[in-house]
């Protein structure tokens, strides 16, 4: 859920570059390619699901709605495979020797699908709009390094203010962003689509806007039939270097990812994020050259509801107990055939300051000593408990793995909770619903570890649903925060995930892996570190 870097740096050091180009699914997949002709106006078709919320972008932080807003909004910055930061909208993001003052320069000519030109205006009024907690957006919380938050968006009570005195229009094409401390990673979160720029009008009519969203993206947006399609055109006005290759993306509602699969068989549908767990051992048979299979940046767990009566009070040994109880590496031989990795942290490989074992024999199996971890804790309360998961997409066959090893290990009985979607299982973790434990799955929004962290696990931030609360972590996520150059603050954070084993956040599961494939009808079909597709590379064939 879905990140850059300063001008300052010539490259991110250490970080480990993940291939983002399919084994299988490459630049020539499939026999008869070489006698197809490609029709630049062609339609690509994305198997997705109805998103959450309106189409604003700090307002997305699920998967449906994110893969939409980024096609139709570009931010600031990017980052490449390697993952070093490539300027978009931006000429330059350079900070002061404090990393406190950031200065943003834009390239000019930029416009909004509706002609309005991308001013600095354009991002000083979005951001200061949505942080504003009138306007119920839910990303809010990543403008609070900003000078000036506090009093927009105060933790208690009604702000004194409706703008953040740290954003400052210098001039039509820069403005300045104030930190309330130096962030010398800062540039990274630009990435993430609270700090893409909106229209005037959108700002006046949000409800209209975020049902027919007006981006400055490369694709348009063209129509959206609930819980069927939205539909988005590739704008021939775009100024940034990455050009739609084809005429506009199909983005197919799906309640099941086995419907998903059929169709794409069936060539039905061109792409897909995950294939089904049913499908796992069967995906490269049935697709050949076609089958996609890829890195990304991702990680599962399952986060306890810490509001609950059920652990509000917990032992932390409770926590370790049952992390210690499951066998994640059979779980991923045989569920996943291979096709997931056990996590031993919290922070998902491919980003700067990723470290192996933070979780240390916490998450490796030990049925025995889970037992007793248990039982010294003062047991789960009501000696059951179990696993919320959204039904439409491939989670059954693991939850269902993990629970059955709890319940055999522990004596606690386990199950599944489905929500029908994911748009329901969102609500409900917004809502503060959650009955036990829900899946928590997050993909990296920019490729440093304290995203994984700070963004997740701090106290009140948006991305902490489960109501997780440590000083400690804290303290160390603000002393990071406070570094002066980016490997500092990335080793302070590998200190911070390490105390995260005494306080149980979350239990680490797996790591995740790109397991899909593409039509008959495209080719080039890949997809980023983020494990989203790549979809203005995406070639279509002439029927």
């Known amino acids: 859920m879905r990140g850059a870097k300063s001008a300052k740096w010539v490259a991110m050091a250490g970080v480990v570059a993940l291939a983002a180009t399919a084994c299988g699914g490459g630049k020539d997949s499939g026999s008869d390619n070489a006698n197809k002709t490609v029709d630049p106006k062609g339609i690509v078709s994305y198997a997705n699901g109805e998103p959450q919320n309106p189409l604003q972008p700090a307002n997305t932080m699920e998967a449906y709605g994110s893969v939409v807003i980024n096609s139709l909004f570009t931010g600031l910055v990017s980052y490449d495979k390697a993952g070093n930061i490539v300027n978009e909208n931006a000429e330059s993001v350079t900070p002061d020797a404090n990393n406190k003052v950031w200065t943003v320069k834009l390239k000019a000519g930029w416009k909004f699908h509706n002609g309005d030109a991308v001013t600095a205006k354009s991002y000083v009024d979005a951001w200061n709009w949505a942080a504003n907690p009138a306007n119920g957006q839910q990303n809010s919380a990543w ?38 401390n130096g962030i010398p990673y800062y540039a990274y979160k630009l990435v993430y689509s609270p700090f893409y720029p909106l229209p005037a009008a959108a700002l006046k009519d949000p409800k209209t806007y975020g049902e027919k969203p007006v981006g400055n993206g490369p ?19 775009y100024k940034g270097a990455k050009k739609p290759k084809n005429g506009g ?45 890829s890195e990304f940046s991702a990680i599962n767990t399952m986060n306890p509801a810490f509001y609950t009566d059920q652990w509000k009070n917990i032992d ?14 059979t779980i991923a031989k045989t569920t996943f055939y291979g096709n997931r990795k056990p996590a031993t942290g919290w922070v998902a490989p491919g980003v700067k300051g990723y470290q192996e074992n933070a979780c240390g ?8 000593k889970a037992k007793k971890l248990i039982e010294a804790g003062g047991g789960v309360p009501g000696k059951a408990m179990t696993i919320q998961y959204n039904a439409d997409q491939p989670h059954k066959g693991w939850v269902t ?57 701090g106290t009140g931030v948006d991305g902490n649903k489960g109501g997780f609360s440590d000083k400690k972590f804290d ?20 200190e911070a995930e390490k105390q995260l084993v005494n306080t149980m956040p979350g239990i680490p599961l797996f790591y995740n892996q790109i397991n899909s494939a593409h039509s008959n009808n495209v080719k080039s079909v890949e997809f980023d570190q983020a494990g989203d597709p790549i979809l203005s590379e995406v070639e279509v064939f002439k029927k």
């Open 143 to 180: 403008y609070r390094d900003i000078v000036g938050y506090e009093a927009v968006h105060p933790a208690k009570g009604k702000g004194t203010g409706t703008t953040m005195s740290g954003l400052k229009v210098v001039d039509e094409n820069t403005f300045t962003i104030t930190l309330t």
């Open 219 to 237: 694709y348009k947006f063209t129509s959206w039939q609930r819980k069927k399609s939205i539909k988005v055109a590739a704008w021939a006005d």
């Open 249 to 293: 993306v199909d983005f197919k509602a799906y309640t099941t990812p086995t419907a998903a699969y059929n169709d794409l068989r069936s060539d039905n549908v061109d792409t897909m994020p995950l294939a089904p767990d049913s499908e796992l051992a069967n995906y490269k048979q049935d697709f050949g050259k076609r089958a996609i299979t």
């Open 316 to 329: 932390v040994r409770v926590l370790q107990g049952l992390s210690m109880a499951i066998d994640r590496a």
């Open 361 to 368: 024999e916490v998450c490796t199996f030990n049925p025995e």
């Open 401 to 457: 793995a993990v629970c059955n090893d709890i319940t055999k290990n522990t004596g606690v009985k386990c199950t599944g909770d489905p929500v029908t979607d994911f748009q329901a299982d969102t609500e409900i973790r917004d809502k503060k619903k959650v009955k036990s434990f829900y899946r928590s799955g997050w993909t990296l929004d920019y490729p440093f570890n304290g995203n994984f962290l700070a963004d997740l696990y």
């Open 475 to 494: 303290e160390l996520s603000k002393k990071a925060d406070q570094a002066k150059t980016i490997d500092e603050s990335a080793k302070l954070y590998q």
